[in-house]
């Protein structure tokens, strides 16, 4: 069984950071991308940004050059670091990975989500 764990998420003004993980355990085989979504109230979950297992990155255009994603692949580990957060990214934020159990094909997984909530 694979688990995903998120944490980091919280309260900050507007202008301020957060550094959200994940952590991936379990019986796994191979990790080909992780990265992260977000869904704020009323709105359908998006992609924020996702790093591959050679670590190319590719980020949505509404937080390019202010979210930094990153990874460990020593303990299947993908970080988010943002910066310069506005109201517009509060939202509940997903950890999605797709890797392969061993004995099994490749899917995704998700984590439980963490708030990330930007106000004054």
């Known amino acids: 069984q694979v688990q995903l764990v998120e944490s980091g998420g919280g309260l900050v003004q507007p202008g301020g950071s957060l550094k959200l993980s994940c952590a991936a355990s379990?019986?796994?085989?191979?990790?080909?991308?992780m990265g992260w979504y977000r869904q704020a109230p009323g709105k359908q979950r998006e992609w924020v940004a996702h790093?591959?297992?050679?670590?190319?990155?590719n980020y949505a255009d509404s937080v390019k050059g202010r979210f930094t994603i990153s990874r460990a692949n020593a303990n299947n580990t993908v970080y988010l670091q943002m910066n310069s957060l506005k109201p517009e990214d509060t939202a509940v934020y997903y950890c999605?990975?797709?890797?392969?159990?061993?004995?099994?094909?490749?899917?995704?997984?998700w984590g439980q989500g963490t708030q990330v909530t930007v106000s004054s």
């Open positions: 379990g019986s796994i085989f191979r990790i080909y991308y």
């Open positions: 999605n990975a797709r890797l392969q159990v061993v004995l099994h094909n490749a899917r995704d997984y």
């Open positions: 790093i591959t297992s050679d670590g190319s990155t």
